[in-house]
């Protein structure tokens, strides 16, 4: 294994280590425990940690929700979405950590039981309660329940004498006042150092690996600005509609579902300057700074897009859902420029693009650089680095060399790191797993601060408002297509895009 190879493991090494070391007793109480969430992701992290043994040696875990089930109810649908390959006896010693609580989310009496709970489960496990121990509050809820659940924790389950720690999955808000509103509400509960807000794109490796690439590599720091890099896309593209959560999807759209969060936290990560130091608040210190630079949107600058059915009636438009406004002017795809005003960036265009029942599934983050300056060789491509999150974590350059042979023409080639060929043997984590560690090592690095989530907002709440007020229709596009018509066409003209 090369040097640089064996670094990197030391420092996985490290992170796991620290997980191991945190030994103290713990209780993690999922809320919305009979969900989609919780089934899908917030159990099967849990059970990938326990498999492990990172989490803490004496944890328990309480599934809380108004759904009346017995226990081995509980365990079948906490267990629904495991993999079936997983060792059986693995999963019966996990289900004999996991309790069940039915009660309502506004009820006194029913957090008070949960709380009886949580204290009988912490003298069968003999922890002496005079030491340090966790209490994780996991919020898998729809949003309008956050605040009732948050004050019933604080009136009647938070245990000072304990480290408490509360997870809040998106949508945090709707737009820059509620989300405001909502940050005053858990803020009158809590403390910023409690609150996890969750973004899992935050939590993928190759999102987490931007900050490695950009600032343990001399070259590609070295190019990181507005005199090499003509311009940056991120394009999040989702083979599948809505199907089945077209109700949910209605009231938020995909600006509010995908691109206010998960890519405009991309996007900071690869704008920001070099934080002073690895510590959480410096991170968050440097994302907020560069988002403060990043101006509003303006409509002439974003292209909407809504899907419709195919001709041979296979897949259904949007609208086609029944859950849906047959008027609806809900936007499915988007795809907005945006300026980052800072030294480093000002000139640069970044383009964000998101969409649902598109041509293929697929994240990712292509910077292009310039055109080669005075260069030997005329009409040369430009260089491009990529970074794919999904679904084949990679890193490739473009790069141009000759074509090998007697031949002296040139060819795009590429300098491909593709982390199934170079790391077949170790399995990517979910996203999901890493972010529920996070939480039990109390590290806020990959977690969004409120005054993130504020800049966040102030970007696009004049954009999605104006789309509101003034009823802008989407442009149709058909299930399974790239997009509206021009959806190319737009980046090259807007952005100066070359194809390469
Ligand atoms: P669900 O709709 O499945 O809700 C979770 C649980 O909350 C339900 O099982 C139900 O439990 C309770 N619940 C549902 N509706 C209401 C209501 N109107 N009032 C009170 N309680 C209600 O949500 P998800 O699990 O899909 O999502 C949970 C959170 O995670 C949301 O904030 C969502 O945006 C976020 N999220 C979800 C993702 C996913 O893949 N599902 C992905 C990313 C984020 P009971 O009736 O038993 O109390
Ligand atoms: C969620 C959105 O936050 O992210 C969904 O609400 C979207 O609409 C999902 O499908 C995408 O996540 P991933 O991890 O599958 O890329």
Same mark, same amino acid.
């Given at each position: 294994?090369?040097?640089?190879?064996?670094?990197?493991?030391?420092?996985?090494?490290?992170?796991?280590?620290?997980?191991?070391?945190?030994?103290?007793?713990?209780?993690?109480?999922?809320?919305?425990?009979?969900?989609?969430?919780?089934?899908?992701?917030?159990? %099967?992290?849990?059970?990938?940690?326990?498999?492990?043994?990172?989490?803490?040696?004496?944890?328990?875990?309480?599934?809380?929700?108004?759904?009346?089930?017995?226990?081995?109810?509980?365990?079948?649908?906490?267990?629904?979405?495991?993999?079936?390959?997983?060792?059986?006896?693995?999963?019966?010693?996990?289900?004999?950590?996991?309790?069940?609580?039915?009660?309502?989310?506004?009820?006194?009496?029913?957090?008070?039981?949960?709380?009886?709970?949580?204290?009988?489960?912490?003298?069968?496990?003999?922890?002496?309660?005079?030491?340090?121990?966790?209490?994780?509050?996991?919020?898998?809820?729809?949003?309008?329940?956050?605040?009732?659940?948050?004050?019933?924790?604080?009136?009647?389950?938070?245990?000072?004498?304990?480290?408490?720690?509360?997870?809040?999955?998106?949508?945090?808000?709707?737009?820059?006042?509620?989300?405001?509103?909502?940050?005053?509400?858990?803020?009158?509960?809590?403390?910023?150092?409690?609150?996890?807000?969750?973004?899992?794109?935050?939590?993928?490796?190759?999102?987490?690996?931007?900050?490695?690439?950009?600032?343990?590599?001399?070259?590609?720091?070295?190019?990181?600005?507005?005199?090499?890099?003509?311009?940056?896309?991120?394009?999040?593209?989702?083979?599948?509609?809505?199907?089945?959560?077209?109700?949910?999807?209605?009231?938020?759209?995909?600006?509010?579902?995908?691109?206010?969060?998960?890519l405009l936290q991309v996007l900071s990560i690869v704008a920001m300057n070099q934080p002073k130091s690895l510590s959480a608040e410096d991170i968050r210190d440097s994302k907020t700074e560069v988002l403060k630079r990043i101006l509003p949107i303006q409509l002439e600058d974003t292209?909407l897009g809504q899907y419709v059915g195919t001709s041979d009636g296979g897949k259904p438009g949007y609208k086609d859902d029944d859950t849906v406004p047959k008027d609806s002017i809900t936007p499915t795809f988007a795809q907005c420029v945006m300026h980052v005003d800072n030294d480093?960036?000002?000139?640069?265009?970044?383009?964000?693009?998101?969409?649902?029942?598109?041509?293929?599934?697929?994240?990712?983050?292509?910077?292009?650089?310039?055109?080669?300056?005075?260069?030997?060789?005329?009409?040369?491509?430009?260089?491009?680095?990529?970074?794919?999150?999904?679904?084949?974590?990679?890193?490739?350059?473009?790069?141009?060399?000759?074509?090998?042979?007697?031949?002296?023409?040139?060819?795009?080639?590429?300098?491909?790191?593709?982390?199934?060929?170079?790391?077949?043997?170790?399995?990517?984590?979910?996203?999901?797993?890493?972010?529920?560690?996070?939480?039990?090592?109390?590290?806020?690095?990959?977690?969004?601060?409120?005054?993130?989530?504020?800049?966040?907002?102030?970007?696009?709440? %004049?954009?999605?408002?104006?789309?509101?007020?003034?009823?802008?229709?989407?442009?149709?596009?058909?299930?399974?297509s790239s997009g509206p018509e021009g959806v190319y066409q737009f980046v090259e003209d807007r952005v100066g895009y070359k194809r390469t």
């Amino acid at each position: 294994m090369s040097k640089v190879a064996s670094h990197s493991f030391a420092s996985l090494t490290c992170a796991i280590d620290r997980a191991a070391k945190n030994d103290m007793p713990t209780t993690i109480v999922v809320f919305g425990a009979s969900g989609d969430l919780a089934k899908k992701k917030t159990f %099967p992290a849990l059970f990938h940690l326990f498999e492990q043994n990172l989490l803490p040696k004496r944890t328990r875990i309480i599934g809380y929700a108004r759904t009346h089930m017995t226990v081995e109810d509980f365990h079948k649908r906490a267990t629904s979405h495991f993999n079936p390959q997983a060792d059986k006896s693995s999963i019966d010693k996990f289900l004999g950590i996991c309790e069940y609580v039915s009660g309502k989310y506004d009820v006194d009496e029913d957090f008070q039981r949960l709380r009886s709970e949580i204290d009988r489960l912490e003298q069968e496990s003999n922890i002496d309660t005079s030491c340090e121990r966790i209490h994780v509050y996991y919020m898998a809820l729809p949003p309008s329940v956050f605040v009732d659940v948050a004050t019933q924790i604080k009136n009647n389950v938070y245990d000072e004498s304990c480290t408490n720690r509360v997870v809040i999955e998106k949508p945090f808000g709707h737009d820059l006042e509620s989300s405001r509103q909502l940050s005053k509400d858990i803020g009158g509960l809590f403390e910023e150092s409690e609150v996890f807000r969750i973004d899992h794109y935050l939590g993928k490796e190759m999102v987490k690996n931007i900050m490695t690439l950009r600032f343990a590599n001399v070259f590609y720091e070295a190019v990181w600005d507005r005199h090499y890099i003509s311009n940056i896309q991120i394009t999040f593209k989702e083979p599948f509609g809505t199907e089945g959560r077209g109700g949910y999807f209605d009231q938020f759209g995909i600006i509010r579902d995908v691109m206010q969060n998960h890519l405009l936290q991309v996007l900071s990560i690869v704008a920001m300057n070099q934080p002073k130091s690895l510590s959480a608040e410096d991170i968050r210190d440097s994302k907020t700074e560069v988002l403060k630079r990043i101006l509003p949107i303006q409509l002439e600058d974003t292209m909407l897009g809504q899907y419709v059915g195919t001709s041979d009636g296979g897949k259904p438009g949007y609208k086609d859902d029944d859950t849906v406004p047959k008027d609806s002017i809900t936007p499915t795809f988007a795809q907005c420029v945006m300026h980052v005003d800072n030294d480093r960036w000002r000139g640069v265009p970044w383009v964000i693009k998101a969409g649902k029942a598109l041509d293929e599934a697929k994240m990712l983050i292509r910077i292009q650089f310039k055109d080669m300056p005075n260069s030997l060789f005329p009409n040369l491509a430009r260089n491009e680095l990529v970074i794919q999150v999904s679904p084949k974590e990679s890193v490739y350059i473009k790069t141009i060399v000759k074509e090998p042979g007697l031949s002296t023409n040139l060819a795009m080639s590429e300098l491909d790191l593709t982390y199934k060929t170079r790391y077949h043997d170790i399995k990517i984590p979910d996203a999901y797993a890493t972010l529920i560690l996070d939480v039990l090592n109390g590290d806020h690095s990959n977690f969004v601060r409120s005054d993130e989530l504020d800049e966040a907002w102030r970007i696009f709440t %004049p954009l999605l408002h104006q789309i509101e007020n003034d009823r802008v229709k989407p442009l149709p596009y058909k299930y399974g297509s790239s997009g509206p018509e021009g959806v190319y066409q737009f980046v090259e003209d807007r952005v100066g895009y070359k194809r390469t």
